[in-house]
């Protein structure tokens, strides 16, 4: 099985955990894309009813549209059942970085309002500590950029203001806002570490996601296997 082929291993084992009526966050990125496409071929053959998705970003929104699954915002529903996304990296305590997308703070609220949190990765997303490969994006203030990037050399990481590619200057993100990646050398204690981020004055959002799957699929080349609390 190659990375492609697991991904969509994933995305269909999570369609097992979908029944009708059910109000679904759809996440960001490659992965969960897959999912959303599976998701709207079973409500347009029939197999699913009256459930709705929540999307954590226009990317997620556009392939739900295109897809034919009907979509809500969060203010509009009282509950969001199970949310399903993709990750960057996952340890061994399932504690996760996200963000890659530039989604972070969208998906990390409708994920902390899910009733289940379900995180779809190949195997190459497994770490053994947090920051092993990928950096943590933060979403921040666009005015606040560079204070920002000064204030996280206090944690012994170094941030880069992340660059468009089909747009001259930075990234802007859905909600308007400018992400910074930080390298940190090794994340010892992401709960910690996701607390100390968000308190920094204009910091939105960061991509530690600690403490807060509930069951991480993931693919490999002997099949889907599970990481659960
Ligand atoms: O956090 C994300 C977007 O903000 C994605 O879920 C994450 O980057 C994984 O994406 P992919 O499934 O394409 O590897």
Known sequence: MNVEEMKKAVAKEALNLIEDEMVIGLGTGSTTAYFIRYLGKLIMEGELEEVYGVPTSYQARLLALEAG?????LDEVDAI???????????????LIKGRGAALTMEKII???????????DETKLVEWLGQKMPVPIEVIPVAWRAIAEEIEVFNATAELRMAEKKDGPVVTDNGNFILDAKFHRIEDPLDLEIELNNIPGVVENGI???????????????????ER
């Open 111 to 121: 994920e902390y309002r899910a009733g289940m949190f379900v995180v779809l990765v």
């Open 209 to 227: 996601f600690a403490d807060i799957a509930d069951l991480v699929l993931v693919g490999t080349k002997d099949g889907v296997k599970r990481m």
């Open 81 to 95: 059942d199970i949310a399903v996304d993709g990750a960057d990296e996952v340890d061994p305590q399932m504690n």
């Open 69 to 73: 699954v009907p979509v809500v915002s």
